[in-house]
């Protein structure tokens, strides 16, 4: 027989105002099996917990109801409470009197019924509550991080300064990310690589990071503190262990015509290449679209001047299988394709650039090797014409805006306004003589220093802001381009003649973060950037236990932001691979294999993959032997959402600490 | 008939197959049962298929193929669905049985032919057109389509989803919506009259578990109405609306899975119309959340097991209740 006891708090006068809680209290000192009812005005104080624990010893109480706010706030503090008074602290049930009654009514009376109804579901189910001890589970202590730009970087950076072994898998060649074809950094204007690239030295030679560069993730399983990971090391052929990195293949291949992507495909690589000189690994890689010898069998040049006889043409993709406790996504992001944006011109003419394509043009390593000049004058960079006497910027390109036919996004892509500040201050302190404008809809520079940076272009660098919208980039028969934009301040129709224009384009994830997110079963938001545990109190955490956030893959953000972020990604990572065993929730789902059809509808509708199913022998009534399939729930990786109860068919399923039977009884309590 | 008989005796020779599930008769010759054979010389003796052969083999193949040796089983278009939709919940062993696919034009149903007010009737016979009754007042002859249950006269289908050979010629899916007509009926009914047919149907139901036992979708290993743990089981001696909950609580479990073989309506003793209620759901179901038929194929996921972006919201479906 139980022994209930019953605790309505006042909390101040936030239920007491709206709710009779002496009321309640002696309603429910009447309910069936209740032993003990009391009102008090701070439940949640040391006085009101003293009096569940005193309560709990003197009464010998089996169960408690606690009648107070909402049990995120408190449900814990009043299960440590009864802890330590020796009850099972799954016997104590919250009725949620403040936030689901005394918040939302207005009227004493309705409020009182309402929480005394409340009050009964809860006296109603802890009647049926079973004391419940969590599982534990190990922790391999290693982490996993997937994209090695700088969120990565800095993610496993901290993550091994803390002792902790941790993998990086990058797909491109090398580590770096976007930052590395990034010029200049806002708002202190230093030289991007010149701050990233001992980052990326920093992993190369650190011993408890290693780098799977050119590799992609294949398939995730498992779950906090053990997952399983298969990852594809992409064929380079190229003996990885053997390249010095020399170059000398890099300078001999003869297949000269392959787009760089790394400057945007402004100038040219080789067929064999390494990205860039500060590579990490710096390794060569053959494009097998554009080698000669993979193609057609006809070449080997860079096996005959290769040294160390690095050249593998049969080389594979070879696949590996890791385990790790904790695995962060940093997926970045890249600009939007912006081929539908026709009224800007971007295909017309080669004038017309996006802002990451200006970055390689004012870069020392890139194609115009730091000079700016019109891409049309690539070739001819001495010409009078070459270097822009008008530069117009466009902000906002897919960005705040709803034509989702066209590939906008409307969100904010938050870093253009400062960006663009940056590039056109750049440009007015090296070339004084440039004009320089930028239309826009709203300059947003929030942030320590930004708006500072900001001021400076217009007021220190002159550069003309004109808010408004560039309706029409055309390109004219003398080379240059008519924009024809309106300022809305003025209220006037411009027509500006440029010779260079720069489309500040959206950003979006990387293409492979819903693939991702799918392995890792990590929840994504409509624009494909992962959502987090809870946007203001767990921003670094995927709803998913074990997978962590950094950097844009999460939301759009700057190098500061992201390096943050990334530091507090590693932080959560470190906290878990600190421990040696994860206590689980016990409040999860668990299988009547007696009862069980094995119809798979429990795993079809479970989120987060932790069922899977087993052919079980079973002795019949008649002594025969059956095998039946049977589900069977995995304690570490199940959340308790309680979708496979509903699913199951037979009511095989079932939730520990939320039964059929508990919420049924609940139900009849308030229908009562 | 003989044709399959033949096949069947062929492929218990050369041993692809140990045992023969088909029908039979049962204590009358037109109460036909399913029978498992084992032998030629059974089959010989009493393998039957005619027009009166309605029951669907399907569910039976849940227990028969878990059993040792491989099963060749006779399977209707209709029967095809739910073999598929066991399939998909992993009910049936697929690898241990051998399906033939047999054609059908309709099942005869006794009750229909006693609804005309024909008593005492100790055989029928059809010749595919036309059936003769013969019954201890004399013969009566009437057409065919005339002794249709609901279930064969508004027929979804006379293709076969599923098999591994076919005698005869392969049939097609019939769309023409004919089986929701009476669901429309009901549909067009204010709350309260719909609420006094449903109460006047099910107030004849006896609880004999007929149509549970009978039902391909009902096949769990312990069915809640069985299950002491399950809150349900003892209900419906409460009173005789609890009583009539049976039959909700049972189509709710089967939303989704019913394939609508309408086996629940032909075994019940008291000719309660069961399989309006199931086809309500999948009337809704297709209104909802697009076209489906369980067990059309043993892959795809059931519009109840999945959930997209644009599923309708609980909204749309609770304004839908009915005509007030």
Redesign the interface.
């Known amino acids: 027989m139980h022994r209930i006891g019953v605790f309505v708090c006042h909390c101040g006068t936030n239920i007491a105002a709206t709710v009779d809680v002496k009321a309640v209290a002696e309603e429910m000192g009447r309910q069936p099996n209740v032993v003990f009812a009391a009102d008090y005005p701070y439940m949640c104080s040391e006085a009101g917990q003293n009096l569940v624990q005193d309560t709990i010893r003197e009464q010998r109480l089996t169960g408690v109801v606690v009648c107070s706010c909402s049990p995120r706030m408190h449900e814990a503090t009043f299960r440590k409470a009864a802890a330590k008074a020796g009850l099972n602290p799954y016997m104590v049930e919250i009725a949620n009197i403040r936030e689901q009654c005394s918040w939302i009514h207005k009227d004493k009376v309705s409020g009182t019924e309402k929480a005394m109804i409340l009050a009964r579901a809860a006296v109603a189910k802890v009647q049926l509550n079973a004391p419940l001890t969590p599982g534990t589970s190990p922790v391999t202590k290693r982490a996993l991080v997937i994209g090695g730009g700088i969120a990565g970087i800095q993610t496993a950076l901290d993550i091994a300064d803390a002792g902790f072994d941790v993998d990086i898998v990058e797909k491109q060649p090398t580590i770096g990310g976007k930052m590395t074809q990034i010029d200049k950094t806002f708002p202190t204007l230093d030289c991007a690589s010149c701050i990233l690239t001992p980052k990326m030295v920093d992993c190369a030679q650190n011993e408890k990071i290693h780098i799977y560069a050119f590799s992609e993730v294949e398939s995730v399983s498992g779950f906090v503190g053990n997952f399983s990971v298969k990852i594809r090391k992409k064929a380079r052929f190229v003996d990885a262990s053997k390249c010095t990195g020399c170059g000398e293949c890099v300078e001999k291949c003869p297949m000269k015509k392959v787009p760089n992507e790394f400057n945007m495909g402004l100038d040219n690589r080789k067929a064999i290449y390494i990205p860039f000189a500060q590579a990490v690994p710096k390794v060569a890689t053959i494009d097998p679209n554009y080698c000669l010898m993979l193609k057609n069998g006809k070449c080997g040049m860079c096996s005959k001047v290769c040294g160390a006889n690095a050249i593998d043409y049969k080389q594979q993709d070879e696949i590996i299988e890791e385990k790790y406790g904790a695995i962060v996504a940093a997926t970045g992001y890249n600009p939007i394709n912006i081929d539908k944006f026709d009224e800007f011109a971007y295909h017309q003419s080669p004038d017309v650039i996006t802002s990451l394509e200006l970055e390689r043009l004012m870069n020392a390593a890139g194609p115009s090797n730091g000079t700016l000049v019109r891409p049309s004058y690539l070739n001819k960079q001495d010409d009078h014409n070459a270097h822009p006497k008008k530069i117009v910027f466009v902000q906002c390109v897919g960005s705040r805006s709803t034509c989702s036919e066209k590939g906008a996004k409307e969100y904010c892509s938050k870093i253009c306004c400062m960006y663009t500040a940056k590039h056109a201050m750049l440009i007015r302190d090296k070339y004084p003589d440039t004009e320089v404008y930028v239309f826009y809809i709203d300059v947003r520079t929030p942030g320590k220093l930004f708006d500072e940076f900001y001021r400076r272009a217009v007021e220190q660098y002159g550069v003309h802001y004109i808010k408004g919208m560039v309706g029409k980039v055309a390109p004219k028969a003398d080379g240059t381009l008519d924009v024809q934009a309106s300022d809305l301040i003025s209220n006037e129709q411009l027509h500006i003649n440029a010779d260079l224009v720069v489309l500040a384009t959206s950003i979006e994830p990387d293409k492979t973060a819903r693939s991702l997110a799918t392995m890792l079963t990590a929840s994504m938001d409509?624009n494909d950037f992962f959502t987090e545990a809870h946007p203001k109190l767990r921003p670094v955490e995927s709803p998913t236990a074990g997978v962590f956030l950094s950097g844009v893959c999460q939301g759009p953000k700057d190098i500061p932001e992201t390096v943050t972020q990334a530091g507090a990604a590693a932080a959560k990572v470190i906290g878990l691979l600190a421990k040696d065993k994860l206590v689980g929730n016990p409040c999860i789902a668990h299988s009547d294999e007696?009862?069980?059809?094995?119809?798979?509808?429990c795993e079809?509708?479970c989120p987060y993959g932790a069922i899977s199913?087993e052919d079980k022998e079973f002795r019949q009534p008649d002594r025969t032997v059956?095998?039946?399939?049977v589900a069977s729930v995995n304690p570490a990786v199940c959340q308790g959402c309680g979708a496979c109860t509903v699913?199951c068919?037979?009511?095989?399923m079932d939730l520990y600490g939320f039964s059929?039977?508990q919420i049924?009884a609940e139900v009849d309590a308030i229908c009562r | 008939m003989q044709e399959m008989i033949d096949r069947a005796k062929e492929l218990l020779a050369d041993g692809t197959v140990d045992r023969v599930v088909g029908w039979r008769s049962g204590e009358f010759s037109y109460d036909i049962t399913p029978g498992v054979f084992r032998s030629a010389e059974e089959l010989d003796e009493s393998f039957i298929y005619n027009d009166l052969c309605a029951p669907n083999l399907s569910k039976y193949l849940i227990k028969e193929s878990r059993k040792e040796g491989k099963l060749l089983v006779f399977l209707k278009p209709c029967d095809t669905y739910s073999f598929n939709q066991l399939l998909k919940e992993h009910r049936i062993l697929r690898e241990n049985v051998y399906v033939i696919a047999v054609p059908c034009t309709g099942k005869i149903d006794v009750d229909t032919i006693k609804d005309k007010g024909i008593k005492g009737i100790t055989s029928i016979e059809s010749d595919g057109e036309t059936v003769t009754i013969h019954t201890l007042y004399g013969d009566k002859t009437m057409p065919k389509a005339e002794t249709l249950g609901d279930k064969c006269r508004t027929c979804k289908s006379k293709k076969h989803v599923v098999y591994d050979e076919i005698i005869g010629e392969d049939g097609e899916v019939n769309n023409d919506g004919a089986r929701f007509e009476l669901v429309e009926k009901l549909e067009n009914m204010t709350p309260d009259e719909r609420f006094e047919f449903w109460r006047n149907e099910l107030s004849k139901c006896i609880r004999c578990n007929a149509c549970r036992n009978v039902c391909p979708a009902c096949s769990c290993e312990n069915c809640v109405f069985d299950n002491p743990n399950s809150g349900i089981q003892q209900r419906a001696a409460v009173n005789s609306f609890e009583e009539n909950m049976f039959h909700l609580i049972r189509s709710f479990h089967v939303a989704g899975r019913c394939t609508d073989c309408g086996e629940c309506t032909r075994v019940c003793p008291q000719n309660i119309p069961l399989h309006l209620i199931n086809r309500k759901y999948i009337k809704d179901i297709n209104e909802f959340y697009g076209d489906y038929q369980a067990g059309e194929d043993a892959m795809s996921r059931a519009p109840l097991n999945a959930y997209t972006f644009d599923d309708c919201e609980p909204g749309i479906v609770y304004s839908r209740g009915g005509k007030a």
């Open positions: 409509t007696l009862m069980c059809n094995g119809c798979s509808s079809k509708v199913y059956a095998i039946r399939r699913a068919p037979s009511g095989a059929n039977n049924m």
